[in-house]
């Protein structure tokens, strides 16, 4: 075998798994990141990604950045243009109410803060947004728990069930070394070994996992029927130019 089919060889052997065992360690660089850039501890971070899109797998109990929960029923996709096509015939259906992402963003409530679907699925937007409104929610708490639930809902009921559980990942996370506060727009590579949790995987199919209420006026926006735009020119996205091919623009 030629020197250069050998090396293609090896390196098609070495990259195929990297590329799916890959995937959970997004949300985790990601949570980092947005730990360095924030005053949120990164085990608050990554107990929020694990509470809301964790799934076991060969590595463990681990997050997933192409998650979507579609109107209280949650769906993990193998890649981002997957997760992407789903959530672009639902929106053609009629749904509004759905979170995506390593960290679940509704985009209903959110969705006005985001430049395109597809930026609420970029690993780092999404833990960046989330870092600041949980930040926020910390303000308001005193307390990352109680900000953990208000995260989820502000019904209590369904508040204190999750925050149950963020409590429980949170507190096999605290263990591990905070990343230092440093603002670096660099990706870094992620720690491994999530805890195993499986009971978690039950939460979408419990009522906690049902559509939020927000009761954030600030957060509140009309619903429309448009996708979120980045306008018609050449440079837009896939997903919003086959939107505007559906309305027959």
Not at 37 to 63: C, H
Not at 182 to 209: K, Q, W, Y
Request: charge should be positive; charged fraction near 20%; glycine fraction near 8%.
């Amino acid at each position: 075998m030629p020197w250069f089919r050998r090396a293609l060889y090896i390196l098609c052997l070495t990259l195929t798994p990297l590329s799916a065992a890959g995937q959970p360690q997004l949300c985790e660089a990601a949570a980092k990141q947005a730990s360095r850039e924030s005053d949120v501890p990164y085990a608050v971070l990554m107990a929020i990604s694990l509470n809301e899109t964790g799934r076991k797998g060969a590595g463990g109990f681990q997050p997933w950045p192409w998650t979507v929960n579609m109107e209280g029923a949650g769906h993990w996709f193998d890649s981002r243009d997957l997760a992407l096509a789903y959530v672009f015939k639902e929106f053609k259906r009629g749904a509004r109410s759905f979170d995506v992402g390593c960290f679940q963003i509704n985009f209903k409530w959110h969705g006005q803060h985001f430049f395109s679907i597809e930026d609420m699925f970029d690993p780092l937007t999404n833990a960046r947004y989330a870092a600041r409104f949980l930040k926020s929610l910390y303000a308001e708490t005193g307390d990352w728990t109680k900000a953990a639930g208000a995260y989820h809902s502000r019904t209590p009921k369904y508040a204190r069930r999750y925050s149950a559980r963020f409590a429980r990942l949170h507190a096999q996370l605290a263990g591990k070394v905070e990343p230092e506060k440093v603002v670096n727009t660099s990706a870094t590579r992620a720690t491994a070994g999530a805890p195993e949790i499986p009971e978690i995987i039950l939460a979408r199919t419990e009522p906690s996992a049902q559509s939020r209420d927000n009761q954030y006026p600030l957060l509140l926006r009309s619903e429309g029927t448009e996708p979120p735009s980045v306008g018609g020119a050449p440079g837009a996205s896939l997903f919003i130019r086959a939107a505007q091919k559906a309305r027959g623009m």
